[in-house]
Structures are given as C-alpha cells and as structure tokens.
Nanobody
Framework: QVTLVESGGGLVQAGDSLSLSCAAS????????LAWFRQAPGKEREFVAG??????RISDYDTSRFALSRDTAKGAFDLRIRILKPEDTGVYYC????????????????????WGQGTQVTVSS
C-alpha cells in the first residue's frame, strides 16, 4: 500500500512558477513508480511526469517548464512548474503504480492504483 498527500497548489498568475509536493509513504513505495497527473475541467486526466522510486528512472516529459525531483529519505516527490499558463489550470494528482521497481514509469492513468486527493492549481491570465 502507498499513501500520497499533495500540497502546494493555489491561485497564481500567468508567468509565475509553482512547486507541488507529494508526501509518499507505505510498504510498497520502494517497488513503485510515482507520477504526477493533472486534470483540467471537462478533460481527461493527463500524465505530466513520472519516476521509478527505487531507481530514479524518469519518464520522458516536458523539461522546458516542468522539473521533477524526489527525496527517498524524506518520502518527498515534487513537481516544479515554470512560466505557468492558464491552460495549466486543473487538479494535480500524485499517483503510485506498485507493479514494478524497474523499467520506465507508466504513462496511463489506469496503471496507477493509488492516488492522492489532488491539489488545485488555478492560473489567471
């Protein structure tokens, strides 16, 4: 089992930066892949970036505005977003896939069994 708690969302202006944090814990964490997803109003949940907790293997993702990091000692999994745009508005979720400690992180939301409650990010223009 994995428990995930997100924090760091809020109302920001276009062009700002924002850091989201996910506090991750649980016995299955070391054999999990963790990922950030987001869901805009009226749209499907979208993969942003992911990482294998044990190996640190990172998925392909847009590094021009997003930066992923993890601290295994603290159980911290963070996403930093630069140059925020109104289209970044949505609920951001941290998720865990406990199927394997290795390999590239999964990108499909259906492969993730555990989800945090989400944190709202609203970007005003």
């Amino acid at each position: 089992q994995v428990t995930l708690v997100e924090s760091g969302g809020g109302l920001v202006q276009a062009g700002d930066s924002l850091s989201l944090s996910c506090a991750a814990s649980g016995r299955a964490l070391n054999r999990s892949g963790l990922a950030w997803f987001r869901q805009a109003p009226g749209k499907e949940r979208e993969f942003v970036a992911g990482i294998r907790w044990r190996t640190g293997r990172i998925s392909d993702y847009d590094t021009s505005r997003f930066a992923l990091s993890r601290d295994t000692a603290k159980g911290a999994f963070d996403l930093r977003i630069r140059i925020l745009k109104p289209e970044d508005t949505g609920v951001y979720y941290c998720a865990a896939d406990t199927s394997s400690a290795f390999g590239p992180p999964e990108v499909a939301a259906g492969n993730y069994e555990y989800w945090g409650q989400g944190t709202q990010v609203t970007v005003s223009s």
